[in-house]
Nanobody, 117 residues
Framework: QVQLVESGGGLVQAGGSLRLSCKAS????????MGWSRQAPGRQRELVAT???????KYLDSVKGRFTISRDNAKNTVYLQMNSLKPEDTAVYYC???????????WGQGTQVTVSS
């Protein structure tokens, strides 16, 4: 059974940094297509960053140069390093992934990120 568990959210001042973690079980992040999305109150969910099995990354334009998605295969964990945070980055952040050979996408429970001005 695939499970994704996020951690690392919290309250930070504008300009600060946070690192979100997504610990996977039941699958191997080294082979999977992984990503982070976020949803703010009253807004549609948006895709923030993706990382494929070939280590190609893509980012939402508004986070380019500030956020970095990466993975640690030994820890079977995907990270989202967020720097120079802005109040508009406030949202619930979700980790998600498609296991290698599967067409089903799995989602974590989300972690709240709040950036104060």
């Amino acid at each position: 059974q695939v499970q994704l568990v996020e951690s690392g959210g919290g309250l930070v001042q504008a300009g600060g940094s946070l690192r979100l973690s997504c610990k996977a079980s039941g699958t191997s992040v080294s082979l999977d297509a992984m990503g982070w999305s976020r949803q703010a109150p009253g807004r549609q969910r948006e895709l923030v960053a993706t990382l494929d099995s070939g280590s190609t990354t893509k980012y939402l334009d508004s986070v380019k140069g500030r956020f970095t998605i990466s993975r640690d295969n030994a820890k079977n964990t995907v990270y989202l390093q967020m720097n120079s945070l802005k109040p508009e980055d406030t949202a619930v952040y979700y980790c998600h992934g498609v296991p290698h050979g599967s067409n089903r996408e799995y989602w974590g429970q989300g972690t709240q990120v709040t950036v104060s001005s």
